[in-house]
């Protein structure tokens, strides 16, 4: 039974639906995406143009479905996006563009 | 400021039911009374980081919960002890 | 779909082209400090666990400022989060857990594994860890130790200093270091003397 609470679908702590779930505790090699994305991630809090808050807010707001769905580094990269497009430091036609020629 | 030992209260609030908000206190806290450990220090709070705004520093707490109070199940003597803000603590 | 529903790898390709030609990351960059993070990994808390063990002042030291005991060791903390130690002892077995997202001492043990971040370690760790330890572990505590859940919600970070285990009597920091493992320091597993 869950706690009867208005949670953010991020708040995971006693959930019910995941607390017959099976842990898969073998081990997961980093792969280069996700390493770059981490990196990317820590370059961009040194430099104080994205702090670990924002990401975690921009995590929060992928909705549910996506947010199970998505791998750990993807929704990293999802969010940096969207918190990088609402500061100004990227714009959506740079995106595209880079998009289109990548 | 609150002292170890001291019975504290987590405030029963949801800042997510009134817009978009970022916040680090566990839903299944909220309400419950638990037992400072100690204050761990000041920092900045991350309900104002996560959307640039200017954010104060805040008194952190270690607050100590028994398990079987918070979920109704669990064994007696089991513990919880999470990092709460002192915004989100009342005196018990 | 909005561009940041683009699937991620090619997402990355673009975001990296286009924080590249601003100056913001550049390649050079993000493979220095992929590199810089390659370096932290259990092994550094499997040295400060040894030295815990065998140095009861050391001991004293982690557990009042882990940050500092770690630098003591050569591990760089400067930037990082404070490092918190918990102590785990004949009353109480400490786990730790990061209910939101996925909260770990990096900068000491590494990349945190994969299940620490999983939905079902956030889930089940904070209300049923005995179930979780027994079922994904075969770790099974004591009667008489207490289980006590730390969910990092804050700007700490946190690891298990484990208890020395029985049959490690003599034996030198390096060979100590050798049987701590990333479960013990996160206190899903016990150290085992092989």
Known sequence: MDKDTPRNHHDLGGVSKFMCEAVDTTPHALTDFDKQVDAIRAILGAKGIMTVDELRRGIESIPEADYHRLSYYRRWVRSMTGILLQKGVVTEAELRAALEAG | ?92 | MTIVETDGERLLVALRSVLATKGIASAAEIAERIAITDRASPGQGARMVAKAWTDPAYRSRLLEDGSKAAEELGIPMRGMPPLGVLENTAEVHNLVVCTLCSCYPRAVLGYPPFWYKSAAYRARAVRDPRGLLAEEWNTVLPDNVRLRVVDSTADYRWMVLPLRPAGTEGWDESRLASIVREGDMIGVTIPLVA
Not at chain 2, 3 to 9: L, S
Not at chain 2, 34 to 61: C, I, K, M, Q, W
């Open chain 2, 1 to 92: 400021m609150f002292a170890p030992g001291t019975a504290v209260r987590v405030k029963n609030d949801w800042p997510e039911t009134r817009g978009p908000a970022h916040i680090r206190t566990p839903h299944y806290l909220r309400g419950m009374t638990g037992t400072v450990v100690r204050h761990l220090g000041s920092f900045r709070n991350p309900e104002d980081l996560a959307f640039a705004r200017p954010a104060a520093e805040r008194a952190l707490y270690h607050v100590r919960f028994a398990q079987p109070a918070v979920w109704g199940e669990g064994r007696p003597g089991d513990e919880l002890q999470v990092e709460i803000f002192e915004h989100w603590l009342d005196p018990a």
